[in-house]
Nanobody, 125 residues
Framework: QVQLVESGGGLVQAGGSLRLSCAVSERTFSSLRMGWFRQAPGKEREFVAAIRWSGSSTSYADSVKGRFTASRDNAKNTVYLQMNSLKPEDTAVYYC??????????????????WGQGTQVTVSS
């Protein structure tokens, strides 16, 4: 069974940085795209970033452009989200997700097939 395991969350002051990791247990199911989403209390889960396992295609939500960077290590079956210049409004549970198809926009969570358990990111002011 495919598992996605996030790590790297924590408490950081505003302006600080964190790097999230998402390890994928196997890639035999040939996921094509990985996404990062976040959910703050009382809010809907929202798109943060997406990256493909091949090529250089990435996409970002406007709220994190220039501050967050998605990357991958194919040999380790791991994707990362480097988060810099963090703001209190970035506080949320962050989830990684895997899509086995490229159909549909990367920002639409319904286009993802597998999800991790989430990792908490808290940014203090």
């Amino acid at each position: 069974q495919v598992q996605l395991v996030e790590s790297g969350g924590g408490l950081v002051q505003a302006g600080g940085s964190l790097r999230l990791s998402c390890a994928v247990s196997e890639r035999t199911f040939s996921s094509l795209r990985m996404g990062w989403f976040r959910q703050a209390p009382g809010k809907e889960r929202e798109f943060v970033a997406a990256i493909r396992w091949s090529g250089s295609s990435t996409s970002y939500a406007d709220s994190v452009k220039g501050r967050f960077t998605a990357s991958r290590d194919n040999a380790k079956n791991t994707v990362y989200l480097q988060m810099n210049s963090l703001k209190p409004e970035d506080t949320a549970v962050y989830y990684c997700a895997a899509a086995i198809s490229l159909v549909g926009p990367s920002y639409d969570r319904t286009n993802y097939d597998y999800w991790g358990q989430g990792t908490q990111v808290t940014v203090s002011s």
